[in-house]
Structure formats: C-alpha cells, structure tokens
C-alpha cells in the first residue's frame, strides 16, 4: 500500500543492470521504504496497529475505531487482528525485530518483560503520553508500576481483567444462595463454598459450577495467592508445597466430589454453563458479552474466597510501541495519541466486561453503574498478575506448562503430590533455559 | 528405447552428440571471460541467500544468540547438548516421520491409480486431469481454510457424513489420536496431484504396441499392468518416492496452519520444522533452534543419500 | 511427453510441442476402458468435493453455515460473503502482493538461471567445475534449513517486510540451472559455431541463438517457478509480518477476521485466493501439466 513494488528488470537485460537493480534493492530496503513523511503532504498519518482482539472484543475494538477514525481525520487508522497466543506473539516478535511492520501493538502486561523491554519493545516518552492526557496518577497504580521497567514506561495499561464467578441466577434462586437483592452469598472457606455448589447440583441435576481444566493455571494462582503463596523463578524454583498442594487439592475435589466436570476445555466452558449444566462457572470477565448475547439471566462476583480474600489471577492489556529501526517521532506521536484516545474512551471496553485501567473512566458514573460489572470490579483493584519471568504471562509457556499437568488433578489421572512433581520439574526445566532477553 | 521419459531425459545428454565442454574448449581453450560474467548474478545471490545463511547458522549454534537482540556469548556446544537430552526435539523427529510414513504410500499408489485411470478413461482427460491436479495449485492457507471446515466438528462436512450414516462424530483435529493423521489426510488430497503427473508422464511414454503385444498374448488388463507398466514404471516411481519423501519430511505448513499454530492438541502434530519455528521465533532463541535446524538438515541428507543409495544399488542389479 | 522436449532444439524451436496424448487415444470403447472411465469420473468427483464445498459455503449466508444437520446447497444463496471480504480490500492487496513477487522471482530465475546455465554449458573458465559442484551441493539444502539464520540476516540487511527479502532468496534455486544446462548441452554446436563465426559474442549467441531455441523448456521452467512462487508459505511467512506486504497464502493464513470465524466470509476468501492459479490452469492446462511434468522431475 505503502510500498511501490519495485520493478522487476526486464528479461534479456545485462548484467550491470541487474547488479544495479541489486543495490537499488538494498537501497529501497535500507532507507526504510515503510515509512512516509506524511506531515510534509498534509496527508493523514497512518497507525498500523496489530491487536489479537476476536469475538466480543475484536467487535468492541471495531466499534471504538470507527469512532477514533470518525472524529480523527487526519490519522489513517489501520488495524490488523491476528490469532490470539503463540501466532501473536510470534508475529510480534517479528515484526519488531524487522522493525518497520507496525507502529502499536497491544500485548499483555505480563508479556512485556519476556517480549523485551527495551530491545525489541520501545520506550513510551511520558512527555508524549502527558501531552494527551495520560499521566502516572491518572492510570490504576499496580498496572502503571508493572509496566515501568528500569525507569522507563514500557506500556500504557488499557484494562484489567481476571477470573471471576458467573451465577445463573434462575438456578441459584432455586438453589436459594441469593441474597434478597439478587446477588449470589459470598461465601467464606472451602466447606461453605461446597455447600454452596451442592445446593446449586441439586437443582442443575449435573454439576454446581463448571471450570476450564485444560486451563487450570489461572484457578492455581488465584487459590496459591489467596494462601498468600509466592513464587520465585529465578536460580532454584522457590515455591511454598504446603500452598501448592492445598490449592491443588481443591481442584482435586471441586471435581472427584462430582460438583464440578472432570474435564471440560475452553469453549465447552461457556457452553456448559449457557446451557444450564453448572450453575456456576469461573472464567475470565471477557466472557461477558457472550452470556449477554445468550440472554441469559445472570450475574458476576469475584473469585470465591477459598482461603482467604477474593483474590483472582488477572492480566491487562496494554498498548506498546515496537522497536523501529530508524526512529520516526511523527508515528509514535500519532500512536501515542491513539493510545491516549482509547484510554479515555474505554468505557466502552468496559462493555466486554474488562475494568479500566484509566481511572477518570473507572471512576465515572458511567462505569460505576454498569451491571454486572459492578459486582466484581473491586477485584480488579487487587488482580493477581502471574509471577515474574521470560516464560510467564498469558499464553507463555509457565502457564502452558502448568495447564498441562494440572489437568490431572481435575480428571483423577494424578495426585496433588504428583502433579506438584511434574510442575515443579517443568518450571525447573523452563528456568535453567538460557533466557533469550 | 522403451524406457520411460525418466530415462530418457536424464541419459539425453550422454547421448546427444558431442559434450558441450568438449565443444568449447575445442573453439576456445584458455579461460573464457564470458564464462564468470554470466555466473556472477546468480553466485552473487547463492552466496548472500544460501552460503551465508548456511554458515551463519552453523557459528549461531554455538551461541546463545535471541531474537531480541541483545549481543549473544558463545555457548560452545550447549545448544547441542541441549539438543540431545530434549525430548521435544525427538518428539517432533518422531511426529515428522510417522507422517512421512503415513504419507508416502497413499500419495504413490492413489497417484499410480489415477494416472492408470486416466490413461485407460475414454474422452474425460481433461477434466480428470483438472480435478486430480488443481488442488496442487491451490494455496496452502486456502488448502487449511477448507479442510478446517470440513473437519470441524458439528457442522464440518466430514461430520455431518458421519452423523448422516448414524456413526458418531469424531473431533478430528481436536485429538491427540487423529489430529496428525487428519493433517495427512489433507496432503494427499493436496499433493497427489504432482505425483499423478509425472506418473502420467511415464505411462504416455510406454508405447502403446507393448501393449497391443501383450494382448495378443492373450493377457488380461490386470496381468499387462503386473507384467508390463508396473516394471517399466519402476524408475519413475523410485523417482517418486524419492522427492515424496523428502517432501513429507519438510512438514510444517498445514500443519502449523491447521492446529493455528499450536501444533496441535499435545503437540502431536508439530513437525521439526515447527519447533525450529517456536523455537527461533516464539521462544525466541535463535542460537537454539540453528542447532535444531541443523540436525533436521543432518536427517535430510541422510534420508537422501540412503536412497541414493538404495537407488544406484537397484540400478545395478536390475 | 519428454519426446518433444528433446526433439525440439533439433527440430522446430519456435513451434509448440504436439499435443501429448493426442496419438495414444484409443477410439474403439472396451470394457474395461468404459470401467476405467466410470470409476476414474467417480475418484474426480470425490476429489473435488472438498472445493465444491468451499464454493458452497461461500454462497450461504452466515447463519446458514453452522446449521445442524449440515445442509449440502444453501437454501438463500447470497454473494454477500464476497461483498464483505472485497470491501475490506486485503485480499485484492494480498493477490497484488503474490503477483509482483512471483513475477520477480519467475523472471530473475530465468534470467540468472540462464546466463549462469549457459555459462556452465558453453564457456571454459577456471573454477567452473568446482562453481558447478558447488551449485550442485546446494540443491542439497533445504531452504527450511535457513529460516531462522536468513531471518536473523534479513534483519541485519534490513529487508525484513520489503519484497526483495520475500523474492530473492527463492531465486537460489540452482537446479533450475541443471534443468537448463542438460537443454543447453544438447543444442548442436554447429548452430552456436556458426553464430561464433559471424562475429556474435556469447551474450549475443544467448539471447539470438540459444534462448529463442528453448522455448519449451523456458516456459517450464517459469512455469514451475512461478506456481511455486505463487504457493510458498514458510519462507514469505517469516519474512513479512506487514499485512499489506503479504502474499495470498501468508495473508489467508494469519490475519484474522475481529469478528472472530465467519466460515463464509472464510470460505469466499479461499475461493477468491485460489481462483487465479485455477482459471489459469483451466486455459492452460497442457503447458502447465508440461511445465510441472518437465521441470518437477529434477
């Protein structure tokens, strides 16, 4: 688009031409052909922005752009979706070490450090940022302090978002585990909880509450957290057994006791609960917007308080700018301004069920009023972001190698003891990896 | 000469007329200025995109070099030590082969099938040709789309036949136990095509009096295939099963596109290429995946010269 | 089918070569050739089912795709996945995309492939067959084998998401210069000695003598180059990350719809995207079986 596709020489041609026509490649390549001096033209400036952003989000990020370009002529706004996980991240890391293939991405916060700040990931310049409107105290300090690595602002955190309680509320009524207002009880330790989800099988006839157990970390490191677990992933492994096994044993329970699936995957999750056979799920806020289009009757809290507080494992989503190879300020300003125009309009973001992290928006009534989300937003003040490393944050391989092992504890084919085991080894393994950032 | 095209094209300079190097050291016998100019463009090209590649691969190797950039130590052989005691890396060796068997066989023999049908249909060769051929032709990303759908359980194709008949559905690219064979399935309908042509090739080259011959003899269409095309077919399919080979063990494609990238549910369809790929570019580690690359590379050149081998071995004796 | 390929230089080298099959039909109908012809129309039809379905698909509105059980013909039929997957202008960038590098690569092979072709046929000079072994081991490398170091080098050179990264290392493929030399070898050298006589220089005897002789294999040769050309995957994957710089199978492959999986929409995408190579493989199928014939049996 961008690029005038150089003309193959004609065939029959000598050999001086074509040498010639080499080095006017290299040429073209090496002055950065991506780039446009479009302030000198008056022409709008392009943002190439790359998102993994599909379904309920990818729509809500279309309808936010189509406002950016309506009422921002002179930027040329052009978005790219590309699979969510590996195939993003992989693109990512390409693109910014070619350099000149896009000019913001979003990422997650916890992938930040292991995408390489500072190499393959530029700086954000604050001043920029401030001359729009973002500054350090307008934006939820955990995210704005995690994205801040050796003193320079690496990220701009757009939201946060965690694992949370759904409740069909036609069946808990049944159940009878609403309060008179119609929210579910909160509930306080493992026993109460499980007669919870007993009351709630009764009336469903299958399961009290359905969870994704090939995705078992993000419910690992909620119930490890709530103990007041930590864990430390540099030279040897430091991880509490004691913690580990007991949250581990949870999930061994939730399911040998019948009052959850054995095994149910990430899109049989929502399903099994839409179609009525758990009362309960516990699944990430994003899956908001499906229940709403389903038309169901239901509501949001936070994570159960298993062993403590109502901790949940969380991430954010934030936009970052890619390495270039020759630095052009106009696109960055442009990016920056992009960046700034979401934050402040992420409201409606917040639709897809994620909590701000610009806090003027967060604290508005408009955000403070919406249902469900005012359920569980106080949550998102606490979000348990994955502990640090290369290899953590979503979709990388701690939680991969996690979620493997783990599922084993749903289905019965290994012991918490056993499990911690492979964990332990696994994560072992992934720390003696040379890191390559 | 009853040989097949094969056979005659690769023995055609041999045997036409004088070698071209005699001729022109006969016209010119001190070196010839012309000679380098004219190869100068494409060494130029061979040694910016092959030599240099090839060589800087083998020295990252040895180095703990990362795709984002930060100056790289030298590791000595850790890499390849690395290599040798990481299962992952036997493990996609193993899925890469276990396709390359499921592969080759179907794409030899359905090819042999249908350039003998073809030959033997009356009037319909080119629409057979067209339907056998043009998926060859067809994009591998539009080859994913497609066969994607028609696996996808519920309301895929391949399901709703299974449904229709009462069978119950199968997840095919969802499990562990299908999921490779699923990806091979797709590449034979895929490739085969390549394959039928130059079968095609070698049957028109069998003269059709051979034929007549035999049936005077009074043997049946079944005794003439045993007895006369498959023998006299033998060259073009060793030839065959030579570049199938190697060409399944280049998996990475559909099976990158078809699992999304994920190699499939336990990786039980990522090939070596495909970890060379998360490696290098998702993992990042650039120094990691040249050692992998070039034990990948070591099992082709000894897949080649083993056939190679069995080749020029079969040639003698026959 | 090599038959004419051999005679050509000798014979008529302008001239297209007969028609392969043409001689070998046989005009009364046996049994068995009737059975032949049914159960290979029956194979051709399972065969292109899975692309009947896509086209199928493509014609369905949204809704109708994921209907349980599966309905075989749409009900509404609507061009209106196309309409969408136009308007939204990628894959028309993707197919300009695809074009312009295949062309380059095709024409630089034939090109470079020739002259250093003819060189090695024609010429005497010191190194030539050590360059020749060279060039001969390194048939040998796959290109998957570079990925990652070519990768790491394009960056270095900066051609990461530029054509010319995406299109020159696919014109290092020097069995093209075997396919040609073997061509070259078997010209007469009485047509080239003549040409010497009459003062022309080597460039001269290439593109006056040599080259208007090799049509057929030319044409084979760029046949071959272009489809694959038109259909690698690996290499145009890793070298592009920028949407608006990819080819037909990268862009089909990787950028993704923000609705999430519309399998019409899907559907009309892969059509449009193979909807090229198959028209022209439906006008020129016998020079394309030929081109693949000749230059695939290396």
């Excluded at chain 2, 194709?157 to 562990?176: F, H, Q, R, S």
């Excluded at chain 3, 032949?36 to 809704?63: D, R």
């Amino acid at each position: 688009m961008n690029v005038d596709p150089p003309h193959p020489p004609p065939p029959g041609i000598g050999r001086r031409s074509l040498l010639a026509g080499g080095l006017a490649a290299a040429g073209l390549a090496l002055s950065g052909c991506g780039s446009t001096t479009a302030a000198a033209t008056g022409a709008p400036v392009p943002i190439r922005q790359w998102n993994l952003f599909t379904g309920g989000d990818g729509a809500r990020m279309v309808e936010m752009h189509e406002r950016f370009a309506a009422e921002h002529p002179e930027y040329d706004l052009r978005p790219t979706t590309y699979l969510w996980g590996n195939p993003y991240y992989t693109k990512f890391a390409m693109g910014a070490a070619g350099g000149r293939s896009f000019d913001i991405g979003t990422l997650h916060l916890s992938r930040v450090k292991g995408m390489g700040a500072g190499t393959l990931i530029d700086p954000v310049p604050r001043e920029v940022l401030a001359e729009f409107g973002i500054t350090e105290e307008t934006v939820r300090p955990a995210l704005w302090d995690k994205a801040t690595v050796d003193g320079e602002l690496y990220a701009i955190p757009l939201d946060t978002h965690l694992v949370v309680t759904y409740y069909n509320r036609e069946v808990c009524e049944q159940a009878g585990v609403l309060e008179p207002d119609g929210t579910l009880v909160r509930t306080t330790g493992v026993d109460d909880l499980f007669d919870l989800l007993s009351a709630v099988k009764d009336v469903t006839g299958q399961y009290g509450i359905v969870m994704d157990t090939t995705g078992a970390w993000r419910q690992f490191w909620s119930l490890y957290r709530q103990l007041g677990g930590e864990m430390e992933l540099e030279g040897e492994l430091g991880i509490d057994d004691d913690k580990a096994l007991q949250s581990l044993d949870f999930l061994r329970r939730v399911s040998q006791e019948g009052l959850a699936p054995e095994s149910s995957d990430a899109p049989g999750t929502p399903a099994r609960f839409q179609n009525g056979i758990a009362g309960l799920m516990l699944a990430g806020n994003w899956e908001l917007p499906t229940m709403q289009d389903a038309g169901m009757d239901f509501g949001m809290r936070p994570f159960p308080g298993v062993f403590g507080d109502e901790l949940g494992q969380g991430d954010s989503h934030v936009f970052v700018l890619p390495h270039r190879r020759e630095p052009d300020e106009e696109a960055v300003r442009a990016s920056v301004a992009y960046a700034a125009w979401m934050l402040k309009n992420s409201i409606v973001w917040a639709g897809g069920g994620h909590t701000p992290a610009y806090l003027p928006v967060a604290e508005s009534e408009d955000y403070t009023a919406l249902e469900p989300q005012a359920e569980y937003r106080a949550a998102a003040d606490d979000v348990q972001l994955d502990p640090d490393a290369w290899f953590s944050g979503s979709a990388a391989a701690l939680m991969a190698e996690a979620n493997s092992v783990m599922a084993g504890v749903h289905n019965g084919s290994s012991t918490p003891e056993e499990t911690l085991a492979a964990f332990k080894r696994a994560v072992q393994k992934l720390i003696d990896t040379p890191p390559p950032v | 000469m009853t040989a097949p095209p094969t056979a005659g094209r690769a023995s055609r300079s041999d045997t036409n007329g004088p070698s071209a190097t005699g001729s022109s050291t006969r016209r010119a016998r001190r070196t010839d200025p012309a000679g380098p100019a004219l190869v100068l463009p494409f060494a130029l090209l061979f040694a910016l995109f092959l030599l240099w590649p090839l060589a800087a691969g083998l020295w990252t190797s040895f180095t703990d070099r990362s795709l984002v950039g930060t100056a790289p130590s030298f590791t000595g052989l850790d890499n390849w030590a690395e290599m040798a005691a990481d299962p992952m890396v036997w493990r996609s060796l193993w899925t890469t082969l276990l396709f390359t068997l499921l592969t080759t066989p179907p794409l030899v023999a359905v090819a042999l099938l249908m350039a003998v049908l073809t030959q033997r249909a009356v009037r319909v060769g080119w629409f057979l040709r067209f339907s056998f051929f043009s998926p060859f032709l067809l994009p591998v990303a539009v080859v994913s789309l497609i066969w994607v759908w028609i696996y996808q359980p519920g309301f895929g194709m391949l399901n709703g036949a299974l449904t229709g008949m009462g069978l119950p559905e199968v997840n095919w690219l969802g499990d562990e136990g299908t999921v490779l064979l699923s990806i091979a399935v797709t590449t034979v309908w895929w490739t085969v095509g390549f394959n039928y042509l130059l079968y095609l090739a070698a049957l028109q080259g069998i003269p059709s009096q051979v034929y007549e011959a035999a049936s005077l003899d009074g043997a049946g269409p079944w005794q003439r295939f045993r007895a006369i095309t498959l023998p006299l077919l033998n060259r073009t399919t060793a030839i065959v099963v030579l570049l199938q080979m190697v060409a399944s063990l280049k998996l990475f494609d559909q099976a990158y596109l078809m699992t999304n990238g994920s190699g499939g549910p336990g990786y039980a369809a990522r090939p070596i290429i495909g970890y060379i790929f998360d490696t290098g570019f998702t993992n990042l580690r650039i120094g990691y995946s040249s050692a992998i690359s070039y034990l990948f590379f070591a099992v082709i050149i000894a897949v080649s010269a083993l056939q190679f081998w069995l080749f020029t071995r079969k040639e003698n004796t026959a | 089918m090599s038959a004419p390929t051999q005679a050509a230089p000798a014979a008529a080298p302008r001239t297209a070569a007969p028609a392969p099959d043409a001689p070998r039909r046989r005009w009364r109908v046996s049994p068995t050739g009737a059975a032949a012809t049914v159960s290979a129309v029956v194979l051709a039809l399972l065969w292109l089912l899975p692309l009947v379905w896509a086209v199928l698909t493509s014609l369905k509105p949204e809704a109708e795709t994921t209907a349980v059980p599966i309905r075989w013909l749409p009900v509404e039929p609507t061009i209106e996945a196309y309409r969408l997957v136009i308007a939204r202008g990628d894959i028309q960038q993707w197919l300009i995309n695809s074009t312009v590098i295949s062309v380059l690569v095709t024409a630089l092979t034939l090109v470079l492939c020739a002259m250093a072709a003819y060189a090695f046929s024609r010429t005497e000079f010191r190194g030539r067959n050590a360059l020749l072994l060279l060039f001969i081991a390194g048939i040998m490398v796959p290109p998957q084998v570079l990925i990652v170091p070519l990768f790491d080098q394009m960056r270095l050179l900066g051609m990461v998401d530029t054509y010319w990264g995406v299109a020159l290392p696919q014109v290092v493929a020097p069995v093209m210069i075997f396919i040609l030399k073997r061509f070259f070898d078997a010209i007469p050298r009485d047509y080239l000695e003549a040409a010497h006589l009459d003062g022309a220089g080597h460039l001269r005897v290439l593109t006056s003598v040599v080259l208007p002789m090799s049509g057929p294999i030319l044409a084979a040769v760029g046949i071959f180059t272009f489809v694959q050309a038109w259909n690698n995957f690996l290499w145009p994957f890793v070298a592009t990350t920028d949407p608006a710089l990819m080819t037909v199978p990268v862009g089909l492959g990787t950028v993704q719809g923000a609705y999430g999986i519309q399998y019409a929409q899907q559907m009309a995408a892969a059509v449009l995207g193979a909807a090229p190579l198959i028209a022209v493989f439906m006008v020129f199928q016998r020079q394309i079986v030929r081109g693949v014939t000749d230059a695939g049996l290396k």
